[in-house]
Every structure is written in structure tokens, then in C-alpha cells.
T-cell receptor, first 116, second 114 residues
Framework: GNSVTQMEGPVTLSEEAFLTINCTYT??????LFWYVQYPGEGLQLLLK?????DKGSNKGFEATYRKETTSFHLEKGSVQVSDSAVYFC???????????????FGTGTRLKVLA | DAGVTQSPTHLIKTRGQQVTLRCSPK?????VSWYQQALGQGPQFIFQ???????QRGNFPDRFSGHQFPNYSSELNVNALLLGDSALYLC?????????????FGPGTRLTVL
């Protein structure tokens, strides 16, 4: 079935460091891909999305490119801030290979801690 | 513009009891999906409601049921609670009944089963 695999955390960086959080997926057809962020005690917020191959999603300095050839959607940011400390979830929305209906599948999340 | 709201914020129940969680979607949204997020895990899809009917369902037992009202708000009911049902329950809303659409999440209800 469809699945999402994220790099395990926690990831600890100093302020202004470069961030990469890896995400790869397995899916039927052409899923939409998402990154969500969850701050402590809060629900998930959409960070960025891409709906077709080679699309680049971007928001708040974060970027991710939909790479169909490598089935990846890695999250990057050139210079992280303390306020970026949160849990980041990669997700896909695509048709189930068995039922054909669309479902959201989330990765297990990667905790990012940024030190001042 | 109000976002997705959920109530209550926290809830403590004992095994065997029943619980009802509530969700109001973002203004203009007509579709509600429910997720269970265990500690340290990603959200797991429970089911989705559109036009007052359950349209899709994840791998959850029949103890989990729901309802959508004419104003698009929704309830999640869990019967015969188990310790393993302890989790953060998230509601997400979207437009036009599709899971390909961007979903907007509420802050969640933290359920503890003792």
C-alpha cells in the first residue's frame, strides 16, 4: 500500500544552520505531497505542498521539490531559527492500490530542535 | 475567519466507557476527516464525512463511529474504550469531499483512558 518514510529525529541544529529532513514515499499513480508542522500542544499546520512531479512547494523559507524519479519530497531551509523548533510531518494523498479511494498517509514525524 | 475548532480540549475516561468528541470545520468547508495521533506517531486516518455520510474509512474497528450535521460540524464517538484509545484526536476540514484537497487541522482533543 501507500506509505511515507521520514528520517528519524530528533534533529538538533544551531540557529542559522541549514536544514534537510528527508522524506520518501511509495504510492500508486501521482499523489499530492505535503509537509505539515506541529508546534507543542497544537494541531497540524500546512507548511507547503506539491501536486505534480517537479513542483516546488515553498513557505516561510522552507522548500520541498516533488521528485518522482527518486520518490522523494525532502524539506529544506537555508537558515533555521529557534522558532522553527517543532515536529515536521511529511504526508501524501493518493489513491489506495486496493480500493482506489484517496487517503491521507502521514509519516511518523521528525522533531527539530534549534538552539540559540 | 474562524479555523477548525474542537471540543473538549482534554478528556479523561475509564475503560469501557463511551466518549463523544466534537468538531466545527473552517468556514466554507463541507468535509470533515478524523485522525488518531498516538504519542510520538503520525496521525492515522479514521474516517471522512461529506454530505452527512461516511465516505471513506481507515483501519479502525466499528467502535469508532461518527456523524455529520447539516451545518457540516461533526462528532466522533468511541464505544467500549480501551487503554490503547488514549491519543490526540484531530479533526481536519476541507472542501468538496476529496482527500486530494488541502486539509486544515484543529488543535485536537487529548483523550486519556485509565
Amino acid at each position: 500500500g501507500n506509505s511515507v518514510t521520514q528520517m528519524e529525529g530528533p534533529v538538533t541544529l544551531s540557529e542559522e544552520a541549514f536544514l534537510t529532513i528527508n522524506c520518501t514515499y511509495t504510492a500508486t499513480g501521482y499523489p499530492s505531497l505535503f509537509w505539515y508542522v506541529q508546534y507543542p500542544g497544537e494541531g497540524l499546520q500546512l507548511l507547503l505542498k506539491a501536486t505534480k512531479a517537479d513542483d516546488k512547494g515553498s513557505n516561510k523559507g522552507f522548500e520541498a521539490t516533488y521528485r518522482k524519479e527518486t520518490t522523494s519530497f525532502h524539506l529544506e531551509k537555508g537558515s533555521v531559527q529557534v522558532s522553527d523548533s517543532a515536529v515536521y510531518f511529511c504526508a501524501l494523498s493518493g489513491p489506495s492500490p486496493t480500493s482506489g479511494t484517496y487517503k491521507y498517509i502521514f509519516g511518523t514525524g521528525t522533531r527539530l530542535k534549534v538552539l540559540a | 475567519d474562524a479555523g477548525v475548532t474542537q471540543s473538549p480540549t482534554h478528556l479523561i475516561k475509564t475503560r469501557g466507557q463511551q466518549v463523544t468528541l466534537r468538531c466545527s470545520p473552517k468556514s466554507g468547508h463541507d468535509t470533515v476527516s478524523w485522525y488518531q495521533q498516538a504519542l510520538g506517531q503520525g496521525p492515522q486516518f479514521i474516517f471522512q464525512y461529506y454530505e452527512e455520510e461516511e465516505r471513506q474509512r481507515g483501519n479502525f474497528p466499528d467502535r469508532f463511529s461518527g456523524h455529520q450535521f447539516p451545518n457540516y460540524s461533526s462528532e466522533l464517538n468511541v464505544n467500549a474504550l480501551l487503554l490503547g484509545d488514549s491519543a490526540l484526536y484531530l479533526c481536519a476540514s476541507s472542501v468538496s469531499g476529496g482527500l486530494t484537497d488541502t486539509q486544515y487541522f484543529g488543535p485536537g482533543t487529548r483523550l486519556t483512558v485509565l
